[in-house]
């Protein structure tokens, strides 16, 4: 499919290497020095490709960004986990004290 700005563009995920395990800061704890710096990008992919081949995807800024295809239109899977009891509940007393505190003015 093509319009008027040229052939479809499909969104991808990308992966690459940004920094070698020699190449980061010793500052780091032990087990995560040991170990590339690996990103995840994503972006329009430029041209046809499978999963697996080194391509290039445009960011939504526009920089150009080459590395592993990954996925090819990848989902969205935003989690902040499972609830917390406890933070639930500090929630509930924060509010109600804070409307208390309200009364008194």
Do not use: C
Not at 21 to 28: G, V
Not at 43 to 58: K, R
Request: glycine share 12%; charged share 30%; no cysteine.
């Amino acid at each position: 499919m093509t319009s008027a700005a040229g052939p479809r563009r499909r969104w991808a995920q990308i992966g690459l290497v940004v920094l070698e395990p020699e190449e980061r800061t010793a500052r780091l704890p032990d087990d995560t020095k040991k170990v590339p710096y690996y990103v995840r990008v994503r972006g329009f992919l430029q041209g046809e490709a499978n999963i697996g081949d080194i391509v290039t995807i445009e960011t939504l800024i526009g920089r150009s960004v080459q590395g592993e295809l990954l996925r090819i239109e990848p989902a969205y899977g935003h989690s902040f986990g499972q609830p917390i009891e406890e933070l639930m509940e500090a929630g509930i007393e924060a509010r109600g004290l804070l409307r208390s505190l309200e009364g008194e003015r």
